[in-house]
T-cell receptor
Framework: GAVVSQHPSWVICKSGTSVKIECRSL??????MFWYRQFPKQSLMLMAT?????????EQGVEKDKFLINHASLTLSTLTVTSAHPEDSSFYIC?????????????FGQGTRLTVV | QKEVEQDPGPLSVPEGAIVSLNCTYS??????FMWYRQYSRKGPELLMY????GNKEDGRFTAQVDKSSKYISLFIRDSQPSDSATYLC??????????FGTGTRLLVSP
């Protein structure tokens, strides 16, 4: 299957600082990337969908100004958590859809565990 | 009522057992059904993908979809300790966002 690389795999930051998470499709072009959040023992919650070269579409209840998403190329999307607070601590996972593929043909990164102290 | 219901477990079985994991759903428009495996602190890995009703087999894994009952299953034969993980079902209507179950935690003991 296609490979999606997410970096960093874990990060600890101080409250009030910003953190950037990168999601790269290594061996395919991804017109669409998805960002999820997962709390312990809970399912994946879709935060936003980003399309290359356009603004991200955020799910209801997700703060656009807090979770900045940039999809500058067909192989890279970034999620920046701005002014992070302890309640933002979570597991963030990106997913990339193969160009021209069905929505279902999406591959996941390994996730980033964010801890805000 | 959640769109997709999945028992969180944990489900504990001995090595070699046949494992049955299940999800029910409420949206009759769902056409695509997936099973993902997620190890602790890792991203989900696609295991099986089925379109509409029927069975699909891949090695030790068999996915079943019964659209009339809105019920999907994943069977794992000859379970191994390395199968210990959380199994997530997911589904959608096609070009829509995936809807995930909460995941079932499986523990296979040697």
């Amino acid at each position: 299957g296609a490979v999606v690389s997410q970096h960093p795999s874990w990060v600890i930051c101080k409250s009030g600082t910003s953190v950037k998470i990168e999601c790269r499709s290594l061996d395919f072009q991804a017109t669409t990337m998805f960002w999820y959040r997962q709390f312990p023992k809970q399912s994946l919650m879709l935060m936003a969908t980003s399309n290359e070269g356009s603004k991200a579409t955020y799910e209801q209840g997700v703060e656009k100004d807090k979770f900045l998403i940039n999809h500058a190329s067909l192989t890279l999307s970034t999620l920046t958590v701005t002014s992070a607070h302890p309640e933002d601590s979570s597991f963030y996972i990106c997913s990339a859809r193969v160009q021209g593929g069905l929505y279902t043909e999406a591959f996941f990164g390994q996730g980033t565990r964010l801890t805000v102290v | 009522q959640k769109e997709v219901e999945q028992d969180p477990g944990p489900l504990s079985v001995p090595e070699g057992a046949i494992v049955s994991l299940n999800c029910t759903y409420s949206n009759s428009a769902f056409q695509y059904f997936m099973w993902y495996r997620q190890y602790s602190r890792k991203g989900p890995e696609l295991l099986m993908y089925t379109y509409s009703s029927g069975n699909k087999e891949d090695g030790r894994f068999t996915a079943q979809v019964d659209k009339s009952s809105k019920y999907i299953s994943l069977f794992i034969r000859d379970s191994q300790p390395s199968d210990s993980a959380t199994y997530l079902c997911a589904m959608n209507t096609g070009f829509q966002k995936l809807v995930f179950g909460t995941g079932t935690r499986l523990l296979v003991s040697p």
